[in-house]
C-alpha cells in the first residue's frame, strides 16, 4: 500500500514536470527573435534564484567538493550545449517537434551511461534505441531541400547533449551529490557563461518578450524541482515512459497558443519513438523484477 502511494506520487510528479518544460519551450518559442543566448540568460537565472532558497534553507556549500567538480563541471556545460540546441530548435520548428528531439535523451543517456558508467544495454535495448533513432528520421527528414534540417539537427544534437548531462546527473546523485545543488550550479554556470554576450551584445526586447523569458525560467525552475522530487519517490524505470507525456502537451499547447500542427511524417516519428519508450519502460520494468 506505502509503495503504491509512492508510486502514484512519483507519476504525479513527472507528469507534472512534463507539462512545466512543455510550458518552458511554448514560452521560449513565444519569445520570438530573441537571440539563443539571451533566451538561455533569462531562462537560467531565474531558476537559479528560486534554486538559491533550497541552498540557503539547507546552508549547503556553493564551490563543488574536490570529488564532484569535474562531474559537475561536464553535467552543466553539456546542459548548457543541449538548451542551446533545444533553444535554436524552438526558434524554428514546432513546439512538438522540437521537444520530441529534445526527448531522444533518454536514449542518448543509456549509450554514454555503457560508456562512462559500464552500464552496458542489452540486446532488446539496443533494439529501442536504434528504433529510436529511426523514429527521429522521420521529424528530422534529413534532405538539402528541407529548410528545417539544420534546426532539426540543432534540436537533435542538443537532445545528445542533455542525455550526456543526464548521465553525470546520475553519477553524481549516486555519489550522494544533492539534486537541488546540482540544479542551483548548473543555473549558475549558465548564467554566468552567457553573462557577456548580455553585457556587451545585448539584443532590446519588448515587454511581452521579457515576460515569456521570465515564464520561461519559472517553468523551467517548476519542472526540474518537480522531476527530482519524482525520483526520489520511485526509481526511473517504473516512470520515466511518464516523461514522454510532454510531447502530449508540447503539441496541445502548440496547437491551443500557437496554431501548429506538425506534418504526417513527424506523427510517425512521434509512434515510433514513444512506442519504443514503451517497449524499454516494459523490458526494464520486467528485467528488475
Known amino acids: 500500500m506505502e509503495r503504491n502511494k509512492r508510486l502514484g506520487k512519483a507519476i ?3 507528469i507534472l514536470s512534463a507539462f512545466f518544460f512543455a510550458l518552458m519551450n511554448m514560452f521560449v518559442s513565444l519569445s520570438g527573435d530573441v537571440p539563443v543566448i539571451q533566451k538561455t540568460f533569462f531562462r537560467n537565472l531565474f531558476a537559479m534564484i528560486i534554486a538559491s532558497g533550497a541552498m540557503i534553507k539547507n546552508r549547503h556549500y ?6 564532484e567538480r569535474t562531474g559537475i563541471f561536464l553535467r552543466s556545460l553539456f546542459g548548457l550545449l543541449g538548451m542551446f540546441g533545444n533553444f535554436y530548435a524552438l526558434s524554428r520548428l514546432a513546439v512538438a517537434d522540437a521537444s520530441l ?3 531522444m535523451s533518454p536514449f542518448f543517456a543509456m549509450i554514454f551511461s555503457a560508456v562512462l558508467l559500464r552500464e552496458r544495454p542489452d540486446r532488446v535495448q539496443t533494439a529501442c534505441i536504434l528504433t529510436a533513432f529511426f523514429g527521429a528520421m522521420f521529424v528530422l527528414k534529413p534532405s ?6 539544420l534546426p532539426s539537427c540543432a534540436g537533435f544534437l542538443g537532445g ?3 542525455g550526456l548531462a543526464y548521465t553525470f546527473v546520475r553519477k553524481l546523485t549516486g555519489g550522494g551529490t544533492k539534486g537541488y545543488y546540482i540544479v542551483f550550479f548548473f543555473s549558475a554556470f549558465s548564467t554566468l557563461c552567457t553573462l557577456p554576450v548580455m553585457i556587451f551584445g545585448y539584443s532590446p526586447m519588448t515587454w ?7 515564464g520561461a525560467g519559472a517553468a523551467a525552475a517548476g519542472g526540474q524541482f518537480a522531476i527530482t522530487a519524482a525520483y526520489t519517490y520511485a526509481p526511473a524505470r517504473e516512470i520515466s515512459i511518464y516523461d514522454y507525456s510532454q510531447i502530449v502537451f508540447a503539441a496541445v499547447l502548440g496547437f491551443a497558443v500557437m496554431g501548429q500542427l506538425p506534418d504526417v511524417w513527424s506523427f510517425v516519428g512521434y509512434f515510433i519513438i514513444v512506442g519504443a519508450a514503451f517497449v524499454m519502460f516494459g523490458y526494464n520494468n520486467g528485467k528488475a523484477k
Open 12 to 14: 504525479l510528479l513527472i
Open 62 to 67: 556553493i564551490i563543488p567538493k574536490k570529488g
Open 101 to 103: 528531439l529534445n526527448k
Open 144 to 149: 538539402f531541400q528541407n529548410a528545417d534540417l
Open 160 to 162: 545528445a547533449c542533455a
Open 208 to 214: 511581452g518578450q521579457l515576460l515569456c523569458l521570465l
